[in-house]
Nanobody, 116 residues
Framework: QVQLVESGGGSVQPGGSLRLSCAAS????????MGWYRQAPGKQRELVAI???????NYADSVKGRFTISRDNAKNTVYLQMNSLKFEDTAVYYC??????????WGQGTQVTVSS
């Protein structure tokens, strides 16, 4: 069992920035992939960014150049720095961790709202 605690969500104006964090605890051995998904009302949950234990990253085309994902293995934490936020970034953001032994685990979600 993996416990994920998310923080950093909130409401910002277009062009603003937020930094999300997700701390993992519990059965955290063999975590490979950590990342973020998001879900807007009426839409499917979509991948935002992921980072592997090897340091490889992947981003959705819609956030490339604006978002940066990173992880601190000593703190068992993954971060998402979000800059130049747009209206269409408004969604609930879910932390994700996965691995061969730990399986797939989801955070509870944190709301990000971009409005003027």
């Amino acid at each position: 069992q993996v416990q994920l605690v998310e923080s950093g969500g909130g409401s910002v104006q277009p062009g603003g920035s937020l930094r999300l964090s997700c701390a993992a605890s519990g059965s955290i051995f063999d975590i490979n992939t950590m990342g973020w998904y998001r879900q807007a009302p009426g839409k499917q949950r979509e991948l935002v960014a992921i980072v592997t234990s090897a340091g490889n990253t992947n981003y959705a085309d819609s956030v490339k150049g604006r978002f940066t994902i990173s992880r601190d293995n000593a703190k068992n934490t993954v971060y998402l720095q979000m800059n130049s936020l747009k209206f269409e970034d408004t969604a609930v953001y879910y932390c994700y961790v996965g691995g061969l032994r730990v399986g797939i685990n989801w955070g509870q979600g944190t709301q990000v709202t971009v409005s003027s």
